[in-house]
């Protein structure tokens, strides 16, 4: 089960916030016992880029043979 602070990836694109599948964030709340959460993402200088709420389908754990991968991220529509 994820928890706070666990490390996930999107696994689907979040245009109204800007988000792509792929892209990293941290757990900073959990709600209803795992079913959705709160996900922090930054950018690499440390500063918040989005806070979103997901449900569990849309984000993986993150695993040992996962990559970061960076990109410029554009103001969301």
């Not at 709160?38 to 709420?53: K, P, R, Y």
């Amino acid at each position: 089960m994820l928890r706070e602070h666990d490390r996930v990836i999107l696994t689907q694109n979040l245009p109204k916030e800007g988000l792509q599948a792929g892209d990293v964030g941290v757990i900073v709340h959990v709600y209803r016992q795992g079913t959705a959460f709160e996900v922090e993402f930054l950018a690499l200088d440390g500063n918040t880029l989005a806070v979103a709420t997901v449900m569990d389908s849309q984000v993986r754990r993150v695993t040992a043979r996962d990559v970061s991968h960076a990109r410029t991220m554009g103001i969301p529509a």
